[in-house]
Antibody, heavy 115, light 110 residues
């Protein structure tokens, strides 16, 4: 069974930093591209970052502030969030890519940016 | 890039059919056959329903179907059931390893 479990969310002040993690199991993690997707409270889904074996991309809304990375030995995906803003408040989902679609999602971790 | 355009809400009676549209541009929906649809119930993670425009994800009933014409993709749900009431999102590849979601559509089953 494919499982994606996010952790690391919480309350952070504007301008602060947070690191999200996603633990993957039930599949060969190194064989799959991965994404981070977020959803602000009461709002829609927003794709924010992608990582493959050789490419990393970001949405304009987070470019230069967020960094995606992965550790295939630990079956883990990460999102380093720096200089966070109030508008970054959202549930952050780890999402597995399946040939340019997302086929599995984690349960999400809530990040709240507030002073 | 801008979010794909979906109607904010649609409704249909039990047993009827509804169609949700998803309009983009030639740089996303119209340019690639990588459009997928997700169902999301309140407080839950999204669930893949349709991928590659019209392929069913595992376990998804064939009451759900997808199609595309030009820059607009569509999700049709036939034989509406109470459990179909949820938010639905389209998602498209937009080139250069970037993706874009639709704004989401709330489906109400009457």
């Amino acid at each position: 069974e494919v499982l994606l479990v996010e952790s690391g969310g919480g309350l952070v002040q504007p301008g602060g930093s947070l690191r999200l993690s996603c633990a993957a199991s039930g599949f060969t993690f190194s064989n799959y591209n991965m994404n981070w997707v977020r959803q602000a409270p009461g709002k829609g889904l927003e794709w924010i970052s992608f990582i493959s074996g050789h490419s990393i991309t970001y949405a304009e809304s987070v470019k230069g502030r967020f960094t995606i990375s992965r550790d295939n030995a630990k079956n883990s995906l990460y999102l380093q969030m720096n200089n966070v803003r109030v508008e970054d408040t959202a549930v952050y989902y780890c999402a597995r890519d399946y040939i340019w679609n997302v086929d599995y999602w984690g349960q999400g971790t809530l990040v709240t940016v507030s002073s | 890039q801008s979010a794909l355009t979906q109607p904010r809400s649609v409704s249909g009676s039990l047993g009827q059919s509804v169609t949700i549209s998803c309009t983009g541009t030639s740089r996303d929906v119209g340019g690639y056959d990588y459009v997928s649809w997700y169902q999301q119930h309140p407080g839950r993670a999204p669930k893949l329903m349709i991928y590659d425009v019209s392929k069913w994800a595992s376990g998804v009933p064939d009451r759900f179907s997808g199609s595309k014409s030009g820059n607009t993709a569509s999700l049709t749900i036939s034989g509406l059931q109470a459990e179909d009431e949820a938010d639905y999102y389209c998602y498209s590849y937009a080139g250069s390893f970037s993706w874009v979601f639709g704004g989401g559509t709330k489906l109400t089953v009457l």
